[in-house]
């Protein structure tokens, strides 16, 4: 089975208030909120490590949740901020720039 | 604003958090705009390295959109580093600008860099009209080129539109320019006192029968029975509510470190050159002084007709000598609208009245000044 790999838009303005992140999407200025779950997968979505291991050391340990439900969810959750050009998801790790350009 | 956004600086102002923050980087312009509250010399501007441990700061605090502007910002020849310090910080950069130094090049670094958008100042689609405002001739034409580049490169252009006596009958031109371009387009009557407090630039905003004739167009406002209609008597939670965002989610810094609750609102609160922005936000005793201020502790307008729904400008009432009292550009704006006077222009209609005893006073004490043969013409 293929891991997926997510990484955090670079294109995006973001900020946290109150422990939930706020982004503003590069293509059209809509604003989005994420809860806390939400915002641990963005904050933890570095682009090297795999969605599975995300969920098994930043979800689970915090969730009362079952390992397989929660990596649904949080594939459920990815490819949906993927659709608003949030996060970038792939099969293989993504090499990360920052909102100038620079690659990390 | 949308409803996400007025949740989320709900949120913010429950937490103090400043949520917005316009940073001038410059007073210094290449333009020199006739209506233009700032005094053009550079005083001591931040140093690169101070505006980005401001930037640092800020982002700590959790400022999320930010907004650069002067003065001209593109005459800071550090802008871009500045801009890409903000965007590694992940803030909604907005920018104001005239353009005229923006080229290809410069609106091509502006889409690299994902800025959330750029107002540029248009006064007229006419150039005679507009280079008359800026006293820069070619200056029309240089920005509305940039618009083109700036367009060009997807980017999301407003054009801003001050309504002077000067301009006022080309706000129509200007919408079909910013249409043929395919760009936002803001028109604003309000022309601002100098930060020094000299007056002479609001003489320059248009009077009541145009701001009348601008409520009432369809093109602008909508709805004009809605826009025009007498609010509801002020209820208790009007009342509660607090006149605006500035101390409460959003503060102005300037090029020399001064915070101020808003551009408009020349307070001084603190300087980041000596104090944690963070700091000044929350324990300047002027800071929270703005943020004490509720409707229902405004001498005047409390009891006004217009107060729940009101533009006042508590940085404008502040220009005029109290915080808490009334701004009356903004009463100005809702006689136009509404067709009822406010609250503070009957006080003084009445204190006008009330003051003609003493008016009559001061010519009889001229007459008596000038001698008896004045008295006997006028009888």
Avoid at chain 2, 62 to 70: D, E
Avoid at chain 2, 223 to 249: K, M, R, V, Y
């Amino acid at each position: 089975m293929s891991r997926l790999y997510v990484a955090r838009n670079p294109r995006v303005a973001a900020r946290s208030l109150d422990g939930e992140m706020m982004i503003m999407s590069a293509r059209d200025s809509t604003l989005f909120t994420l809860n806390k779950t939400a915002t641990i997968l963005w904050q933890a979505a570095d682009g090297a490590t795999p969605l599975d291991e995300i969920v098994h050391q930043h979800i689970c340990p915090r969730f009362e949740v079952e390992p397989a439900e929660a990596l649904q969810d949080a594939e459920t959750l990815a490819r949906e901020l993927a659709g608003h050009e949030i996060l970038q998801i792939s099969e293989e790790p993504i090499p990360t720039r920052n909102p100038v350009g620079e690659s990390r | 604003m949308s409803a996400l956004l007025l949740e989320m600086s709900a949120r913010a102002q429950k937490l103090n958090i400043p949520l917005s923050v316009q940073l001038d980087l410059t007073y210094r312009c290449n333009e020199r705009c006739v209506h233009c509250y700032l005094d053009h010399d550079d005083h001591g501007e931040m140093t690169t390295a101070e505006i980005k441990h401001l930037l640092d700061e800020m982002a700590d605090a959790g400022v999320f959109i930010l907004t650069l502007s002067g003065g001209e910002i593109f005459l800071r020849k550090d802008f871009f580093e500045i801009l890409e310090h903000a965007r590694r910080l992940m803030f909604c950069v907005k920018l104001k600008s005239n353009a005229v130094l923006v080229r290809e090049r410069e609106a091509a670094r502006l889409r690299d860099l994902n800025i959330e958008s750029i107002q540029v100042s248009i006064y007229s689609h006419r150039p005679d009209v507009h280079d008359a405002i800026t006293l820069i001739p070619g200056s029309l034409k240089r920005s509305v080129d940039a618009i083109r580049y700036l367009k060009s490169q997807g980017l999301k252009v407003i054009i801003a539109n001050v309504l002077m006596t000067q301009n006022m009958q080309d706000y129509p031109g200007v919408r079909a320019l910013a249409k043929e371009l395919g760009v936002e387009c803001t028109l604003d009557p309000t022309v601002t006192p100098m930060m020094d407090g000299n007056r002479s630039t609001v003489g320059l905003g248009v009077g009541h029968e145009v701001l009348h004739q601008v409520f009432r167009d369809t093109s602008l406002v909508g709805d004009i029975d809605e826009f025009c209609a007498i609010p509801p008597a002020a209820g208790e939670d009007d009342l509660e509510s607090t006149p605006c965002s500035a101390g409460h989610t959003a503060c102005y810094v300037s090029p020399y470190g001064d915070v101020f609750p808003c551009v408009q609102f020349p307070l001084p609160t603190g300087n980041v050159r000596t104090q944690r922005f963070i700091d000044i936000w929350r324990h300047s005793d002027q800071m929270n002084e703005v943020r004490s201020i509720r409707l229902k502790d405004l001498t005047t307008c409390t009891s006004c007709t217009h107060v729940s729904n009101c533009t006042r400008c508590p940085g404008l009432a502040f220009m005029e000598g109290n915080m808490r009292g009334p701004s009356t550009q903004d009463c100005e704006k809702s006689f136009a609208r509404t067709g009822v006077p406010s609250a503070n222009m009957l006080a003084k209609r009445l204190a006008g009245a009330n003051s003609r005893p003493s008016n009559l006073v001061q010519i009889r004490t001229l007459s008596t000044a000038v001698g008896n043969s004045a008295s006997s013409a006028i009888a």
